[in-house]
Nanobody, 122 residues
Framework: QVQLVESGGGLVQAGGSLRLSCAASGRIFSINAMGWYRQGPGNQRELVAAITRGGTINYADSVKGRFINSRDNAKNTVYLQMNSLKPEDTAVYFC????????????????WGQGTQVTVSS
């Protein structure tokens, strides 16, 4: 029904930057919240940042001041600009969207991207 495709991960040295993108396609009527989670080795998945349709953004304390979450509603796309990267930011990053599909306008449904690896070397 809805597909999320991520791009932009990779290997970077500490202090460097990366920009992740996640584009949604399919039977989309509207997208409410968009966000990013990450899961490092041996860790649980944790929220990195989330942005509402109106533009209100929440960040994990560990990334405040370094990461910027933004969205383009016309393109059904969410971005994560990651600056001043640290080795502890190494993880698989997943995008997450709360979508109202054209199949049922009454439901908000959660969809996940496939994940993209971000590795920060020291």
């Amino acid at each position: 029904q809805v597909q999320l495709v991520e791009s932009g991960g990779g290997l970077v040295q500490a202090g460097g930057s990366l920009r992740l993108s996640c584009a949604a396609s399919g039977r989309i009527f509207s997208i409410n919240a968009m966000g990013w989670y990450r899961q490092g080795p041996g860790n649980q998945r944790e929220l990195v940042a989330a942005i509402t349709r109106g533009g209100t953004i929440n960040y994990a304390d560990s990334v405040k001041g370094r990461f910027i979450n933004s969205r383009d509603n016309a393109k059904n796309t969410v971005y994560l600009q990651m600056n001043s990267l640290k080795p502890e930011d190494t993880a698989v990053y997943f995008c997450d969207m709360v979508v109202v599909t054209t199949l049922d306008l009454r439901l908000n449904q959660n969809y996940w991207g496939q994940g993209t690896q971000v590795t920060v070397s020291s």
